[in-house]
C-alpha cells in the first residue's frame, strides 16, 4: 500500500470528503451522550438532538447506541429512556457511512469507540475505509489493533494496517504478532504476514518471533515463513538457525536443505551491501519511469526565439 491519501468519495457514498466531518452540535452531541459522568438528561438530550437533525447525526449516535463494548449496557439504557425509536432507523445507506465517520472523527468520544467506527468503515469501504479511518484517527496510535485482534475483531483492518508501508514499523510489528498468533482456518496464513516477515527491514529477532507464533499455532502453515527466514541472508546467523530448529521439529528435510543452504549464502555485510545497491537501482528506474510518463508542458517544444515572441 503506498501513500496514504483521504478518499474523495467513499464506496455508494457520494459525500465529499470535506462534508464527512461533523460540525460543533453534531460533536457536542455525540461527546455528550458517550459521556458516562455526566447527568442522564445531557446524554438523552445529546441523542434526542441527533434525532432531530436526522441523517448521518443519526446514524452516528445510532452506532454509539448500539457499538459493542464496555459502554454498551449503559447507552442502551439511554437510548430507552430517551424513547428515540431505533427499530426503524430514518437514514440512508451513505448517511450511515458518513455516521461513522462523524464518530471516528470526534475527539471527545471515548478512544473505544472511535475504534469500533473506524473498523466499522473497513469493513464497509475496505481499503477505501481503511484510507479514510486512517485520515480520521491519529496516525500514531494504532497499536489498539493488536488488543482487538486477540479479542476476535478488527482482523481485516490489521491486515491492512501492518501492510501499510506509510504506518509506524514497530507498531505493525506489535499488531502482526496479535495476527501471527490469531486462529486461521489450518493452511492459510495472510499474505501480509509473509510479507512482514520477509520485510529486510524488519529486525531479524521480530521476524523470528512472528514466524515462531504461526509455528505455536499451526506447525505446519509455518513452513513457509521458516525457511524464508533460514534462507535470508540480511537475518543473523543465530536467528537463521533457530529458525532451522523449528523447522527440525515440523520438517526435518526442509531443515536439513535449509542447514546445507547455509553455507552459500552469502555474508550479512555483503547481503546489506547488494540489497542497498539493488534498492538504489530501483528508486532510479521508477524516478526515470516517471519522468518518461510526465508529460512536457506544451510549450517546451517552442525555440527560444518563439517563445521571446510569445511572452512579449
Not at 32 to 47: H, K, P, T, Y
Not at 82 to 102: H, K, N, Q
Request: aromatic share 6%; glycine share 8%; proline share 5%.
Amino acid at each position: 500500500m503506498g501513500g496514504m491519501e483521504r478518499p474523495e468519495l467513499l464506496p455508494d457514498c457520494e459525500v465529499p470528503a470535506r462534508r464527512r466531518q461533523p460540525d460543533d452540535f453534531v460533536e457536542t452531541c455525540l461527546t455528550r451522550l458517550a459521556d458516562d459522568s455526566l447527568a442522564d438528561n445531557w446524554r438523552i438530550g445529546s441523542l434526542q438532538g441527533c434525532s432531530v437533525r436526522g441523517g448521518s447525526a443519526m446514524a452516528a449516535a445510532s452506532f454509539v447506541v448500539g457499538a459493542d463494548g464496555p459502554r454498551h449496557n449503559d447507552l442502551q439504557r439511554i437510548a430507552r429512556e430517551s424513547r428515540v425509536g431505533f427499530e426503524r432507523p430514518d437514514f440512508t445507506y451513505a448517511e450511515y457511512t458518513v455516521g461513522l465517520c462523524y464518530v471516528a472523527a470526534t475527539k471527545g468520544v471515548p478512544a473505544g469507540l472511535r475504534h469500533r467506527a473506524a473498523d466499522a468503515l473497513v469493513h464497509r469501504a475496505d481499503e477505501a475505509g481503511y484510507a479514510e479511518a486512517r485520515s480520521l484517527l491519529p496516525k500514531n496510535g494504532w497499536g489498539w489493533l493488536a488488543d482487538a485482534v486477540r479479542e476476535g475483531w478488527a482482523v481485516w483492518t490489521a491486515h491492512l494496517f501492518i501492510a501499510d508501508e506509510t504506518a509506524a514499523l514497530t507498531t505493525r510489528l506489535r499488531v502482526g504478532l496479535a495476527l501471527a498468533e490469531h486462529d486461521y482456518p489450518v493452511g492459510y496464513v495472510p499474505d501480509s504476514l509473509e510479507r512482514l516477515v520477509a520485510h529486510p527491514q524488519v529486525p531479524s529477532a521480530d521476524r523470528l518471533a512472528l514466524a515462531a507464533a504461526v509455528a505455536r499455532r499451526a506447525p505446519k502453515d509455518s513452513v513457509t515463513l521458516l525457511r524464508r527466514l533460514a534462507s535470508d541472508p540480511l537475518a543473523q546467523a543465530g536467528h537463521r538457525m533457530q529458525a532451522i530448529g523449528l523447522l527440525e521439529g515440523i520438517d526435518l528435510g526442509e531443515a536439513e536443505k535449509m542447514r546445507a543452504r547455509q553455507t552459500r549464502l552469502p555474508s550479512g555485510r555483503t547481503a546489506r551491501s547488494q540489497h542497498r545497491e539493488a534498492a538504489e537501482r530501483a528508486e532510479r528506474d521508477t524516478a526515470a519511469r516517471n519522468d518518461r510518463e510526465t508529460p512536457e508542458p506544451w510549450w517546451c517544444g517552442l525555440s527560444r526565439r518563439s517563445r521571446k515572441s510569445w511572452t512579449t
